[in-house]
């Protein structure tokens, strides 16, 4: 089938054709859940056996802008090699990718509607207790496998090549690294807070920092990263943590992902200004968010670094001294990617609902200007940064 984007009907024939995943009698229902910035997702359900699949198909353009933008397809291949090469590495913390379609760009996977996005989970208030633990697993076995480190240096060059990213990353370089820095048409921000805006596109020290981190963005090919780690794209339950949608995934900088965790654990925290009204709760549950940041560095460090010992294959990285500094390099990228990824969600073009549905701009207002003063102190710190604690100290201080 050449491609076009299916229609609910579609989608209903393509998924009764799969083999081995629904009985001859399904009564399939189907419904088009997809919440996202880019794609379809259809859920696909048989109401008789209970069996039931997710199919993602990727649109030619950016849904969150319209047809003006354009994206490659290749993303699609993309993701579901990238989720089959993480299922590999890290069992269970990825859904199952069942079949890939090229010509439709479509990835047949595990249903995982007995989980919810994190973003709306935490909005809700719910803590996951073992969200550190998975979530530092998961990027340490992937980041650390797909490395220098991991793997053959020549395979891992030829991984690289079926990683390349090109659209995908320039969004990011464009939505992370330039956009907010200066007066973007793409950007959007209330209007409450045009000053605090201002001042971001006036301070030179910021810009600098910033683009370093770009660069790193841009040259720094160390690992294969999921590219888009937000709260967003991992599915939860008390139990058990999925990573989903790395259609972002290239070769790039480790700190990337993990400063994607952190921030968005960030811009929940600021975001609890609107949502927890008692100051004892809001403040208690801000703790437990803190405490996740802190345990999400605890948890990948631990697991990375007993990797290294384990598994290293790389006889110069036995040198004396080099881990310890390797380890300072990435907890520093990562303080400062998660800067950039948190500014970028209160000025740049695509926002997050932890702060995007406060229905008071005055509250609204004051939350951003926390997560953008978090944000752009962790920037100013990267470089400098000794210790996840100065992350914690940081928030503390902006979110008095
Ligand atoms: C045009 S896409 C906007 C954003 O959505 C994705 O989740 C990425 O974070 C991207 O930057
Ligand atoms: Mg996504």
């Known amino acids: 089938m050449s491609y076009h984007s299916l229609s609910l009907e579609e989608a209903i024939r ?137 793997m053959n240096q020549q395979a891992k060059k030829q991984q690289v090549k079926r990683f390349v990213n090109p659209e995908l990353c320039k969004i990011t370089e464009d939505l992370i690294f330039d956009d907010p820095y200066t007066d973007s048409s793409n950007n959007n921000y209330n209007p409450l807070i045009r000053e605090e805006v201002e001042k971001l596109w006036r301070d030179e020290e910021l810009h600098l920092e910033v683009a370093l981190l770009r660069e790193s963005f841009l040259t720094h090919a160390e690992a294969l990263l999921h590219g888009d780690l937000h709260t967003g794209s991992i599915f939860i339950t008390p139990e058990s943590t999925k990573m989903i949608d790395p259609e972002f995934a290239y070769y790039g900088p480790m700190g990337f992902d993990i400063g994607a965790v952190v921030a968005n654990l960030l811009l929940n925290y600021a975001g609890q200004e609107g949502w927890i009204k008692d100051a004892g709760q809001r403040s208690e549950f801000r703790q437990y968010l803190l405490d996740t940041v802190r345990d999400v560095w605890g948890h990948f460090s631990r697991n990375f670094v007993q990797l290294w010992e384990r598994d290293n294959v790389d006889r110069m990285a036995r040198t004396p001294g080099y881990r310890d500094l390797y380890m300072k390099k990435i907890l520093r990228d990562t303080i400062g990617f998660a800067g950039c990824k948190m500014v970028r969600r209160i000025v740049g073009l695509a926002h997050v609902a932890d702060i995007d549905t406060i229905a008071d701009p005055q509250v609204r207002a004051h939350a951003e200007t926390i997560a953008l003063n978090i944000g752009k102190a962790l920037i100013k710190l990267n470089r400098k940064a000794e210790s996840i604690e100065e992350v914690i100290a940081i928030a503390e201080q902006y979110a008095k």
Not at 20 to 27: K, L, R, S
Not at 92 to 113: C, R
């Open 14 to 150: 393509y998924a009764a054709n799969l083999p081995g995943i629904f009985p001859e009698n399904a009564d399939l229902q189907v419904r088009e859940i997809g919440d996202g910035n880019l794609n379809l997702v259809f859920h696909i359900k048989d109401s008789r056996s209970g069996a039931s699949v997710i199919m993602k198909q990727a649109l030619p353009y950016a849904k969150v802008v319209g047809e003006s933008w354009p994206l490659t397809l290749d993303r699609a291949r993309i993701e579901s090699e990238a989720l089959q090469l993480q299922e590999s590495l890290c069992p269970g913390l990825v859904p199952h990718v069942y079949a890939f379609d090229q010509e439709l760009a479509l990835t047949v996977m595990e249903d995982l509607s007995d989980h919810i996005i994190m973003r709306k989970g935490l909005i809700e208030g719910n803590r996951y207790p073992l969200f550190a633990e998975h979530v530092g697993k998961f990027m340490a076995h992937t980041l650390f496998y797909t490395s220098d480190l991991g």
